[in-house]
């Protein structure tokens, strides 16, 4: 029986998560769930999509995502099923599962094919995937509340996919989904240019810059160096608690995402920098020189 994992922007100081472990309980009482977090800011749609996108690898095949983060929760912005060769994911069509898709896109979609798309904002699904809004009301509590499909839509589809139900019986088949643009680094002359693009609860800053993308190093090359805000790093440390070449608290690292992280040893990154969510990250050094 695959596990069913909960990401929600819900946090726990309210019943909207417990609530939608009770309507999968009720359906599956041998349901096995597992919340991967329900601290996603609220409302950071791209935010869930990487949180989401870098995590789903680590569980098991046929896992099953329910992911809500749903500032249009009641509109005509369509609940709807991703299947994939390893999982499935429950979302709204609003972005969220971005970060899944581009791990089988050949190349992201030009802002020019999105706008001249049949449906503006949204890319056909790469092959081998196949997605199902969830129109079926049989799988849905009734009646729908206008603001809670979390517990309405997305935990009674999740309940009846782990009892083996057929992804097509929850609804009728889509071939495209909202492509929410996750932001990407870029190149300018020896720069390399990212942002912040989350900070965890220890106030680490999380950059889109991954590890294969930072300059190469040899022997002969200059070290690497990250600026954010008013301060440089003059290295990258192999772990939190190592000192910086400056003796500066302020440290940069590969994170366990593979991305390039800010950090503080044994403090908050975030909170000495000021610094959060689309904060620019500049990266230059090794075998690029000075930028």
């Known amino acids: 029986m695959p596990p069913i994992v909960l990401t929600t922007d819900f946090g726990l100081s309210d019943a909207f998560v417990g609530v ?31 949180v989401l996108g870098v995590n789903c690898p680590y569980f098991p095949p046929d896992t099953i995502h329910v992911a809500v983060v749903d ?3 009641g509109t005509e912005r369509r609940a709807v099923l991703l299947v994939t060769p390893t999982a499935k994911f429950l979302a709204p069509d609003n972005g969220l599962l971005s970060h899944v898709l581009k791990g089988y896109l050949a190349a992201l979609p030009e802002p020019s094919a999105l706008e001249s798309a ?9 092959p081998g995937l196949t997605a199902y809004a969830l129109t ?6 009734n009646p729908v509340s ?13 309940a009846h996919l782990s009892r083996g139900f057929a992804p097509p019986r929850l609804g009728e088949p889509v071939t495209d989904l909202v492509w929410q643009p996750p932001p990407e680094p870029t190149r300018r002359g020896n720069e390399l240019v990212g942002e912040v693009i989350y900070a965890d ?16 190093g040899d022997s002969n090359a200059a070290p690497i160096m990250v600026a954010i805000g008013l301060r440089r790093i003059s290295r990258l440390s192999r772990t939190f608690h190592d000192a910086d070449a400056d003796g500066d608290s302020l440290i940069a690292l590969i994170g366990s995402n593979g991305y ?23 990266v230059w050094g090794g075998s690029t020189g000075s930028p």
Do not use: W
Request: hydrophobic share 45%.
């Open 71 to 73: 500032p249009g929760v």
């Open 20 to 50: 939608m472990k009770g309507v999968i309980l009720n359906i599956n009482p041998q349901a096995a769930i597992i919340d991967l977090t329900h601290d996603i800011q609220p409302q950071n749609v791209g935010q869930a999509s990487f």
């Open 118 to 126: 049949a449906r503006p904002g949204h890319i056909p699904l790469p």
């Open 146 to 158: 206008n603001t809670f499909h979390g517990r309405d839509v997305f935990a009674p589809a999740a």
């Open 201 to 216: 609860r220890f106030g680490n800053l999380i950059t889109n810059i991954p590890a294969a993308e930072l300059p190469a």
């Open 260 to 282: 390039l992280e800010i950090a503080v040893p044994d403090g908050s990154a975030a909170q000495v920098l000021g610094l959060g969510v689309g904060a620019p990250v500049r």
């Open 136 to 141: 079926n009301p049989r799988y849905r509590l």
